[in-house]
């Protein structure tokens, strides 16, 4: 039997499983972020940036770090 | 300053020498984060961090689940109080030619002094307005006031109406009618969807394209 079909299968069960990994994980990230990025006065689709693979979270901590929150932000105690 | 940084890549190991840089960035927008939403900084700080201990990145997957929808004391700090609530919108302009006017709403601690509101228009007029501290609501209007209780800013970008003030004793409110010139309360947008914030602390009022400046006098 040719074993060149079950490795080309196995890959690519392989790389489903890993995508869809990514997937789950994002999403666990994405649904309190979207909360967040409303919260802060900003549209949630911003949390979208969680699907980039390993720079996604430093993405969205940047936009919600270094912006002006439209909805306002904690006065700063001076 | 190179051979520093080529000798702490050499010695983690490059992904160490990133995870390093990732994890002190992450930890400092943390701080910046949290700190917008009113919680001290070193609370975000610690979240991030907790990433680098032997926990893993379940902690502060759940720690940021809980940051999203707790209370923050942003939004605490930022609620009109109860006296600009229960105002109703209509309640200003409606002629009660029947009714004995009301009685002027007692201040507490005898704060008699006026607000002021003033700045300069784009035609180089100069704009004061004063607003009487007794319980009342006043309608910023960009066109001709039609009575007592409209404050005329004579400039294209003011809506028509474009925000009401609410006084209430010591306290001073301000709620965006939707305009399209857009207000800005110490440079934070104040939409139509936010309700009447309490004011009486802040002290630049941008309408349109119109700088104010809060006092008292």
């Known amino acids: 039997m040719d074993p060149l079909p079950w490795i080309l299968g196995a890959g690519a069960a392989v790389l489903f499983g890993l995508a869809l990994l990514h997937l789950l994980v994002a999403l666990l990230l994405i649904i309190p972020t979207w909360r967040i990025f409303r919260r802060a006065g900003f549209s949630g689709w911003l949390s979208m940036f969680h699907l980039l693979p390993v720079i996604g979270v430093l993405v969205v901590m940047a936009i919600l770090a270094f912006s002006t929150w439209p909805a306002g932000e904690a006065r700063r105690r001076d | ?217």
């Open chain 2, 1 to 217: 300053m190179g051979a520093e940084i080529a000798a702490l890549a050499s010695f983690f190991g490059l992904t160490g020498f990133f995870a390093t840089i990732g994890a002190v960035l992450a930890g400092w927008m943390a701080w910046r984060i949290v700190e917008k939403a009113g919680v001290p900084g070193w609370v975000g700080l610690g979240a991030a961090l907790l990433t680098l201990t032997g926990i893993g990145s379940i902690v502060p997957l759940i720690l940021l689940w809980v940051f999203a929808y707790m209370r923050w004391p942003r939004d605490e700090a930022a609620e009109a109080p109860a006296a600009f609530r229960v105002l109703p919108p209509a309640a200003a302009p409606v002629p009660q030619p029947m009714l004995a006017p009301p009685p002027p709403a007692a201040l507490p601690l005898g704060d008699r002094r006026r607000w002021q509101l003033s700045g300069s228009l784009l035609s180089g007029e100069r704009v004061v307005l004063a607003i009487e501290p007794a319980s009342g609501s006043y309608l910023l209007t960009g066109g001709t006031p039609a009575g007592a209780h409209e404050l005329g800013i004579a400039d294209p970008s003011v809506g028509r109406p474009h925000a009401r003030l609410l006084t209430s004793g010591t306290r001073l409110g301000l709620e965006d009618l939707g305009s399209a010139g857009g207000t800005l309360v110490d440079g934070a947008r104040l939409g139509p969807e936010h309700g009447a914030r309490d004011i009486s602390q802040a002290r630049a009022i941008r309408l349109g394209s119109v700088d104010l400046v809060l006092s008292r006098a």
